[in-house]
T-cell receptor, first 114, second 116 residues
Framework: AQKITQTQPGMFVQEKEAVTLDCTYD???????LFWYKQPSSGEMIFLIY??????QNATEGRYSLNFQKARKSANLVISASQLGDSAMYFC???????????FGAGTRLTVKP | DTEVTQTPKHLVMGMTNKKSLKCEQH?????MYWYKQKAKKPPELMFV???????INESVPSRFSPECPNSSLLNLHLHALQPEDSALYLC???????????????FGQGTRLTVV
């Protein structure tokens, strides 16, 4: 079984500053993928970034980067230069490579202040 | 194009009604998912279809009946629902069923279901 933990129910950040959203996970599978999704109040889940368990480098996508520390089983999302439109719920998720059972953490609500 | 289309966007139904939710993707994705999301909670996996076959059923009550008529279409048939089934129902798809890479799931905008 796999477990995803997001310990920050809510986070605030000043516009144009960087923010880190925490995610830790637990799994017995040796091969897995980690994901971050953004969910605005409108409800759609927007895929942000993916990190494979065998990837040597941390994933980056524009202003999003994933700080992957495999030994510590953490996959924190870093958002640089925050914008007002970044205010949303952010979910960390994972699935093993040998199945398509994708599970989500509890989420972190990010609020960007002007 | 990473579009997953869900219809309807909103649905209000009585406890004796039968309705269906529809999900469509034309990206050639071979895995399709149904998730249920209650307010202020993460999405909960309900069903997964791999190559049009049901591969995961998370002990969902039989009043929810999934169907995958072809590789592009996923339905969720609803019958005799309860008020506690009111939620956002999200459909997703991913290109690969298993293996490394290209396994991220893309979601539709969801159907907000209210059972009265």
């Amino acid at each position: 079984a796999q477990k995803i933990t997001q310990t920050q129910p809510g986070m605030f950040v000043q516009e144009k500053e960087a923010v880190t959203l925490d995610c830790t996970y637990d799994t017995s599978d040796p091969s897995y993928g980690l994901f971050w999704y953004k969910q605005p109040s409108s409800g759609e889940m927007i895929f942000l970034i993916y990190q494979g368990s065998y990837d040597q480098q941390n994933a980056t996508e524009g202003r999003y980067s994933l700080n992957f520390q495999k030994a510590r089983k953490s996959a924190n999302l870093v958002i640089s230069a925050s914008q007002l439109g970044d205010s949303a719920m952010y979910f960390c998720a994972m699935r093993a490579y040998n199945n398509n059972d994708m599970r989500f953490g509890a989420g972190t609500r990010l609020t960007v202040k002007p | 194009d990473t579009e997953v289309t869900q219809t309807p966007k909103h649905l209000v139904m009585g406890m004796t009604n039968k309705k269906s939710l529809k999900c469509e993707q034309h990206m050639g994705h071979r895995a399709m998912y149904w998730y249920k999301q209650k307010a202020k909670k993460p999405p909960e996996l309900m069903f997964v279809y791999s190559y049009e076959k049901l591969s995961i059923n998370e002990s969902v009550p039989s009043r929810f009946s999934p169907e995958c008529p072809n590789s592009s279409l996923l339905n969720l048939h609803l019958h005799a629902l309860q008020p506690e089934d009111s939620a956002l129902y999200l459909c997703a798809s991913s290109l690969k069923v298993t293996g490394t890479g290209l396994i991220e799931a893309f979601f539709g905008q969801g159907t907000r279901l209210t059972v009265v």
